[in-house]
């Protein structure tokens, strides 16, 4: 018999299998390769929401995804909820962010605690749960259980990471026998343009921009503050291909990097027609954190600029690599710049699913 698992968290997008589908932008989370290789490890898995007060005890595991829950915790009460009921469970998380999101399960306990209005109306009115007020007042002291576990960081927690990074640079504060990694490329749905990008239509033909039709042009898709802003100006002095911007939709009227956010599987078409692809770093470069895009752009055989301490978990071709270095060179070298990335990048994290397989088995397999 199948051992069983549930998938949970505490947004929309956590609680439903391919619910990137329903999603403007339609990116890709972790999640989807978490799913299909517990699939293929002979696990049967069920992702979805849970409702308060039902009976987990017939999953031999439960992974709960965890969120800020200041920002589109549609999934809030179940959430705290299932974490409270199965305190063995496997924590997970699937933004970069993740100091903001123990903060803010911190700030609710205290709410609960203090009665600062824990139940305030505009959770009710972004709660996709069926349960009523009434239910979901009664277990406060279950919620503040689930937000004291995820808070004394003793649970297992998987994070999405290539192999080789520091996840010190991460600063979760978690026990370092407790963490677990897992590199989703191998089951992720990679877009690339043997596979028409997977936007969902099927052609007979995949169209595809060769070498020679690529555009001498950067681009630069990420959401805009202060620190982005001022990882792009210390690329280059003196640009001489156009940057075209990306994701920047509520930049100020007179902002010259308000812009257009594209479908996923759309940007990953930039990335083939254009030469250059600019990817800010953060705080935790070089920690692995995984991003899809590495992969995005090596596959459509552009070129990547990243921090070096980033590029080191790549390989050696995205280390020491600079836009001005890029913007002066030959056809030639451009091409082999982006054969090299491609091929440290496969190199060192080949898609292998027995790999997946067997980082995923270090935490099912690890002391709850």
Same mark, same amino acid.
């Given at each position: ?20 589908? /329903? ?24 992702? /979805? ?142 877009? /690339? ?176």
């Amino acid at each position: 018999m199948s051992k069983r698992i549930l998938i949970t968290g505490i947004n929309q997008a956590q609680t439903q299998k391919d619910f990137y589908l /329903r999603q403007q932008l339609q990116v890709v989370p972790s999640h989807y390769a978490l799913i299909r290789c517990l699939e293929d490890m002979g696990w049967e898995v069920d992702q /979805r929401p849970v409702t308060i007060g039902e009976d987990l005890s017939g999953y031999d595991e439960v992974i709960v995804y965890i969120h800020n829950l200041q920002s589109f915790a549609a999934r809030i009460w179940s959430g705290l909820w299932t974490i409270s009921q199965r305190p063995d469970c496997i924590l997970a998380f699937d933004d970069w962010q993740f100091k903001g999101m123990i903060d803010s399960i911190v700030k609710y306990k205290e709410s609960i605690i203090e009665d600062i209005k824990p139940f305030r109306k505009y959770l009710f009115d972004h709660y996709a749960g069926d349960e009523t007020e009434e239910v979901i007042k009664q277990h406060a002291q279950d919620y503040i259980d689930g937000c004291t576990i995820v808070e004394n960081r003793n649970n297992r927690l998987l994070v999405s990471a290539f192999s080789g990074g520091d996840l010190d640079l991460m600063e979760l504060g978690w026990q370092k026998d407790k963490l677990h990694i897992f590199n989703p490329n191998p089951y992720h749905l990679n877009r /690339r343009p043997d596979n028409n990008f997977e936007d969902g239509t099927v052609k007979l033909f995949n169209e595809t921009v060769s070498p020679e039709e690529k555009e001498y042009k950067w681009n630069f898709a990420s959401l805009l503050h202060r620190r982005t802003r001022r990882w792009l100006k210390d690329q280059n002095d003196d640009w001489k291909w156009d940057i075209e911007y990306f994701g920047q939709k509520n930049a100020g009227k007179n902002d010259n990097f308000k812009s257009e956010r594209l479908k996923e599987f759309d940007m990953c078409r930039v990335f083939e027609k254009q030469w250059g692809c600019l990817m800010p770093g953060y705080h935790h470069a070089g920690s692995g954190w995984w991003r899809a895009r590495p992969l995005q752009v090596a596959d459509v055989g552009s070129i990547l600029i990243c921090d070096d301490a980033e590029g080191r978990v790549y390989g050696d071709a995205y280390v020491g690599l600079t836009a001005s270095q890029v913007e002066n060179m030959s056809f030639d070298e451009l091409v082999q710049t982006a054969k090299n990335q491609h091929d440290c990048l496969y190199d060192n994290h080949p898609l292998n699913k027995e790999v997946t397989k067997k980082e995923l088995e270090a935490i099912l397999n690890a002391t709850k």
